[in-house]
């Protein structure tokens, strides 16, 4: 979709395989994190959650992880399916913050095989 | 469908104009988030509003300005466009106003091209 950068990193898997999306973030006072997904011409989607006071967290065939000491957030779908083709966008935000916005990763283009 | 809704779809229109676009937010939700995504920037959080105030102030140009109105749809105003302003613009609506735990929810998105 037009809606991504030209240099998005790309991840391709198999259709059924797993996939695993990272993201590293930047804040260490962080402590809200939330995986969104775009598909081509909408709007970014909510998929699921996590607070910094947990290091995992499973919804309906995707499991965040969350490891606090290097900045880092994952995303893992499992069975991959040619629906899940979107970009896929970490967001941050911080406790005491007066604001609400989030920060947003780049994002990374899943691409579904077949 | 998230719940949120934008005006217009689409929109073009040229150099030194202005334009607006329109977010009515989720039921019960008092919050309303723009954001800009152009191929270079990514998402950029530019304004929210809380029931009607201005809330937060983020990478948002003089140029452009936004307003809550008593029944809590958002309109987002953009001036003196430039070629540089063409992008896509999402708002997004949550509950309260916008804790650092508040889920957000975005529209389908403007798509605005500046000739």
């Known amino acids: 979709g037009e809606n991504v950068g030209l240099h998005l990193p790309t991840l391709s898997v198999q259709e059924g395989d797993n996939s695993i999306i990272n993201c590293a973030y930047s804040?260490?006072?962080?402590?809200?994190f939330i995986w969104y997904k775009q598909e081509s011409g909408k709007g970014p989607q909510f998929i699921i959650d996590?607070?910094?006071?947990?290091d995992k967290r499973q919804g309906q065939r995707v499991t965040v992880l969350l490891n606090k000491t290097v900045k880092h957030l994952s995303l893992q779908i499992a069975a991959t399916q040619p629906g899940d083709s979107a970009v896929y966008f970490c967001?941050?935000?911080?406790?005491?913050?007066?604001?609400?916005?989030?920060?947003f990763g780049k994002g990374t283009k899943l691409s579904v095989k077949p | 469908d998230s719940g949120v809704t934008q005006t217009p779809k689409h929109l073009i229109t040229a150099t030194g104009q202005r334009v607006t676009l329109r977010c009515s937010p989720r039921?019960?939700?008092?919050?309303v988030y723009w954001y800009q995504q152009s191929l270079d920037q990514g998402l950029q959080f530019l304004i929210q509003?809380?029931?009607?105030?201005?809330?937060a102030k983020g990478n948002i140009l003089e140029r452009f300005s936004a307003q809550q109105f008593p029944d809590l749809h958002s309109e987002l105003n953009l001036s003196s466009l430039e070629l540089g302003d063409s992008a896509l613009y999402f708002c997004?609506?949550?509950?309260?106003?916008?804790?650092?735990?508040?889920?957000?929810?975005f529209g389908p998105g403007t798509r605005l091209l500046v000739l």
């Open positions: 997004a609506t949550s509950v309260g106003g916008g804790g650092p735990r508040e889920t957000q929810y």
């Open positions: 804040n260490s006072a962080s402590d809200y």
């Open positions: 996590i607070r910094s006071n947990m």
């Open positions: 967001a941050e935000n911080h406790h005491g913050g007066s604001q609400g916005n989030l920060i």
């Open positions: 039921s019960g939700d008092l919050s």
């Open positions: 509003y809380y029931n009607g105030e201005e809330r």
